[in-house]
């Protein structure tokens, strides 16, 4: 269960706090990929792995540098900073007061504990979802790299600019008109990222099917598009509802939260993708498939 392998990592964190880890040292002692970790962690605990560890270094060197006679310059590299300037900057960033004013009584300092992880059921929310199989699919699609850490981090903007830049450079409109007018829903597909990988691959796409018109693949695939193809998988599927890309973050919050939890299902490492219905039902913002087996 996703629950217990983050509880498993924040210990991981907490046992190796003063040493030279990240979030990727993280999900290598659960043997999850660092994709699938990074967002795991992120929408469960909300916030980045590292960013829990930052959090966490400075306040304990608060602690400790109002309780022991340690320097400042210690304080800074045992927590892991290349030099006093940073952890000063740092620490006075998240206690909004100095490291030197810290060692001085009554200095106020903030406490951030580490994280017990608890699933409490609270109402009767509905979460309507469906569980849809499929073979091998196929897609034409722009594609371009992203850092793991810009998941859930509430000032990347990575993936939206993404959709601006191809829609205001019109390079969707020629994949749209592939398809036969009233098939020409759009996918964001997101890859699944094996091993120590840094980046994940997002593409905006159309399916390849017998709707499609082949005949022009050739074309935009010399102009640098690319072909996106997907293993067989069976998907949980989650109506988004809303008016922009908040739903979608929400939805999948939801999904580690509540839906793995309670149904059993874990995410497989898999493409999973949203889907942007070109006459979609009103209120619908995209429907979410997660690929996912019984765990």
Not at 187 to 193: D, E, I, R
Not at 228 to 252: I, N, Q, R
Not at 265 to 272: E, F, I
Request: glycine share 8%; aromatic share 12%.
């Amino acid at each position: 269960m996703s629950i217990q392998l983050i509880q498993q990592a924040i210990r991981y964190m907490e046992e190796h706090i003063c040493e030279d880890i990240s979030y990727a040292d993280a999900a290598k002692s659960v043997h999850m990929s660092n994709y699938n970790f990074h967002r795991t962690f992120s929408f469960i605990v909300g916030m980045t792995a590292n960013e829990y560890i930052r959090k966490r270094r400075l306040s304990l060197a608060a602690m400790e540098l109002q309780t022991t006679d340690i320097s400042v310059i210690d304080a800074a590299y045992k927590y892991g900073y290349e030099s006093p300037e940073s952890f000063s900057k740092a620490f006075s960033r998240f206690h909004g007061s100095t490291p030197r004013q810290a060692k001085q009584k009554g200095t106020k300092i903030c406490l951030f504990n580490p994280l017990v992880i608890k699933i409490i059921s609270e109402g009767g929310n509905v979460m309507d979802y469906r569980i849809e199989h499929r073979e091998s699919q196929k897609f034409i699609a722009l594609v371009r790299p992203f850092s793991n850490e810009s998941i859930n981090d509430d000032g990347d903007h990575s993936i939206p600019d993404f959709w601006t830049e191809c829609n205001e450079k019109n390079l969707i409109e020629p994949m749209k008109l592939l398809r036969a007018e009233g098939k020409r829903d759009l996918y964001g597909l997101c890859s699944p990222v094996k091993g120590g990988e840094t980046h994940f691959h997002y593409g905006i796409g159309v399916m390849v099917d017998e709707d499609t018109d082949t005949g022009k693949l050739d074309e935009l695939l010399s102009n640098g598009y690319s072909m996106w193809e997907t293993e067989p998988a069976d998907y949980a599927v989650f109506k988004c509802l809303g008016s922009d890309g908040d739903c979608l973050g929400e939805m999948w919050s939801r999904f580690f939260k509540e839906f793995v939890p309670q149904t059993g299902y874990v995410q497989t490492d898999d493409t999973d993708y949203e889907v942007y219905f070109e006459k979609g039902e009103s209120g619908l913002f995209c429907e979410l498939w997660v690929p996912v087996k019984q765990g």
